[in-house]
């Protein structure tokens, strides 16, 4: 008798463990029928990057993407890998407001680091978890073009001035002809942040800032910026889910967004007023959060549009 009873309430809870999986799936119905044809650009870095276990996790996620009718198109960071081999090479870093100072030496270092293992380690997880990726840089078929940024900071006499970041760059064309290929190959593309500009000069490019540039360019209904954050925090360090584009200027004016998040913040408004659909900052950190960002009412993250619904 306790061994029937013992085999009905497991019965019991496997069905409702299936019932669990069944209401799940209905609920992504209608964001498979909103999102199918739809072009998703990712941009990935940050601990989801350098956690194994959360590294198969993303390229799982992104082949499901696709397999759904949606087109990721991957944009990748690589900070502290760079940092590891200048380290290695025996090449100081210096930072100067959170940017690389980027001289000929480095670049090449930044390029064979960014275009070369990085790119290589997330086309392969892709591929191994059953897509089909393909590996460029910016500088392929003349994707982001792109010029020197001229950053601007304020000495202690408040007087504003450029600051030399040598071999940065920031983009001011992206030409989508090679992504425009790949999507209708069905192919993944996972870019690295590089620049091209004049006579063939490599420019190092923020990944938030080359995402949110391709985003634009080629008419994102999505722009995903995987962090180490859980989204924009309001004064009481709770999480707002939805701001418009207007309030989150206000939160930036106001001090509830500072310090780094006010670049990737910036980088959401430029791709909305692009005409990006809606831009998200959301945890990395969390298993599974494109998925449930892409099919779930509550999402994982902060949401950012030109205006809220």
Not at 124 to 146: E, F, P, R, Y
């Amino acid at each position: 008798m306790a061994s029937k009873k013992k085999t009905e309430s497991k019965n019991i809870f496997e069905i409702k463990s299936l019932l669990r999986t069944a209401e799940t799936l209905t609920e992504a119905l209608p964001y498979l029928q909103e999102f199918g044809g739809k072009t998703f650009v990712i941009k990935y870095g940050g601990h989801a990057m350098g956690d194994e276990k959360l590294a198969e996790q993303f390229a799982s996620d992104i082949v499901l993407l696709k397999q759904v009718g949606i087109n990721p198109v991957i944009v990748h960071g690589g900070g502290p890998q760079i940092g590891a081999m200048l380290k290695q090479m025996k090449i100081e870093s210096v930072f100067i407001d959170g940017l690389r100072v980027t001289d000929k030496r480095t670049v090449e270092i930044v390029e064979m680091v960014l275009a070369g293992s990085i790119n290589k380690e997330v086309v392969t997880a892709i591929n191994d978890a059953g897509g089909t990726a393909v590996g460029i840089s910016g500088k392929d078929g003349n994707l982001i073009q792109a010029r020197k940024l001229k950053h601007r900071r304020k000495t202690d006499s408040n007087i504003e001035k450029v600051v030399d970041l040598g071999f940065v760059g920031e983009p001011y064309a992206v030409n989508t002809t090679v992504l425009d290929t790949l999507a209708s190959s069905h192919m993944i593309p996972v870019i690295a942040p590089l620049g091209i500009g004049a006579n063939g000069t490599t420019f190092n490019i923020n990944a938030d800032t080359a995402a949110g540039a391709i985003a634009g360019a080629i008419g994102a209904t999505r722009l995903l910026m995987l962090t180490d954050v859980v989204g924009v925090l309001d004064k009481k360090g709770d999480l707002i889910t939805d701001i418009s584009a207007r309030e989150a200027r206000a939160l930036i004016k106001n001090g509830t967004i500072s310090g780094g998040m006010i670049p990737k913040i910036e980088t959401c408004l430029n791709a909305v007023k692009d005409g990006v659909e809606a831009s998200v900052i959301m945890d990395g950190r969390v298993p599974h959060a494109l998925l449930l960002e892409t099919f779930t009412e509550h999402g994982a993250g902060t949401m950012i549009r030109s205006k809220k619904s």
